[in-house]
């Protein structure tokens, strides 16, 4: 089942595969429900023709994406060759504790066709197309969907501490367009594309698939989820492993193509705020 949320005459509307599900209903309420349960209540939901508008994140405003980092050995490399302190990625790409950290609350991440954004004050700027996954109240995880965690590598590689600059400012989230509602065992071998144009021309690409990952998706769930409660749900990104070099920096205009999976998320980069 795909769950997917759009704007409506009379406000934000969820649809499931091509229904529009009832006026009201929210991901958060679903995924105060164990799976199975949330299955069940989807499945007997009524469904109606809705004309929909623009497609928004599934990210509702009061829930929150989180992040892991260097979870696939091309991150570990790429991150080693940016930075003075190579080391803690070697450290953490081996450790048994994952790195995790906060991306975004709901009403910063942009979804499907909205802008994303560079920092004025960076050089080096890098998509990174991730599986993300859903998790609900209970720890299960729930579904998929596609990320683009935006970074600056100039501001990460100067000092890991600037990692929160590099990672969380307006523009530098997006999720989406849809969730594909399924147990962690199916996204064990899910293929990630992502392809970045320029007025029409393809200008970088590169593949992954979430079988490359060396830490499991219950792992980094059961590390997020250990002493942080999320009684909505939560989203989490689970790292990139395509990591274009520091001849490639995202610019105003590239339009991000990112496609996990069975969802596809596409954003153009907006300017910088002057």
């Known amino acids: 089942m795909n769950l997917s949320r759009f704007q409506t005459k009379t406000g934000p509307r969820w649809v499931a595969d091509d229904g529009g599900l ?28 809705v004309e929909l508008g ?18 696939y050995l091309r991150s570990r490399v790429e991150r080693e060759a ?3 302190v190579a080391d803690v990625y070697a450290k953490v790409y081996e450790a048994e504790r994952p790195e995790i950290f906060f991306k975004s609350v709901g009403w910063r991440t942009v979804g499907h066709g909205e802008c994303i954004r560079i920092r004025r004050d960076s050089k080096w700027n890098v998509p990174e197309p991730e599986l993300t996954v859903v998790i609900n109240r209970h720890r299960q995880i729930v579904g998929y969907t596609a990320g683009n965690d935006v970074s ?24 989406g367009p849809g969730i594909i509602l399924c147990s962690d065992v199916d996204m064990a071998n899910l293929p990630i594309h992502v ?7 393809e200008v970088f690409a590169g593949d992954a698939n979430t079988g490359q990952m060396k830490r499991s998706l219950l792992d980094l769930a059961s590390y997020l989820c250990r002493e942080t409660t999320f009684p909505r749900g939560v989203f989490l990104m689970t790292g990139t492993g395509i990591v274009p070099g520091p001849e490639f920096t995202l610019a ?14 596409e954003n153009e980069v907006a300017a910088p705020f002057p």
């Open 195 to 201: 392809s970045i144009s320029a007025f029409g021309f």
């Open 152 to 175: 600056s590598r100039s501001i990460e590689g100067d000092n890991p501490l600037y990692l929160p600059q590099a990672k969380t400012y307006d523009g530098s989230c997006a999720v």
């Open 82 to 84: 940016e930075s003075a």
């Open 54 to 71: 623009k497609p928004l994140s599934p990210v509702e405003d009061d829930q929150e994406v989180w992040a892991a980092g260097v979870t």
């Open 22 to 49: 009832p006026e009201g209903l929210t991901l958060g309420f679903l995924l105060e429900l164990p799976f199975d349960e949330m299955l069940d209540v989807l499945r007997a939901l009524p469904r109606e023709s």
């Open 252 to 265: 105003p205009m590239h339009r991000v193509s990112i496609t996990v999976g069975e969802v596809t998320l």
